[in-house]
């Protein structure tokens, strides 16, 4: 079993930044893809960012150059650095993360989740 905590959401003007955290805990030598999702009112629950337990990085063409996600060497925090935010990033942001294989799919586990609004 594995559990997330995020924190870092909150209100913030457009043009702003935010981090964000997840602290894994657990069984957390079984994880191998940590991400970032996010949903919208009204939208489905979308991929931001991901990163594997060797490092790789996937993000959603939207925050491209904007966000960065990162991960501790001891693989049980992932960050999600976001800059010149903008009103459409307004969702609640979900921390995955997945201990089946392919690495690839869809997280297993997830936290609670934060709200970010971006004020226009």
């Known amino acids: 079993q594995v559990q997330l905590a995020e924190s870092g959401g909150g209100l913030v003007q457009a043009g702003g930044s935010l981090r964000l955290s997840c602290v894994a805990s657990g069984s957390i030598f079984s994880i191998s893809t940590m991400a970032w999702y996010r949903q919208a009112p009204g939208k489905q629950r979308e991929l931001v960012a991901r990163?594997?337990?060797?490092?790789?990085?996937d993000y959603t063409d939207s925050v491209k150059g904007r966000f960065t996600i990162s991960r501790t060497n001891a693989q049980n925090t992932v960050y999600l650095q976001m800059m010149s935010l903008k009103p459409e990033d307004t969702a609640v942001y979900y921390c995955g993360a997945r201990t089946n294989w392919p690495p690839s799919g869809t997280p297993n586990y997830w936290g609670q989740g934060t709200q970010v609004t971006v004020s226009s």
């Open positions: 990163v594997t337990r060797g490092g790789s990085t």
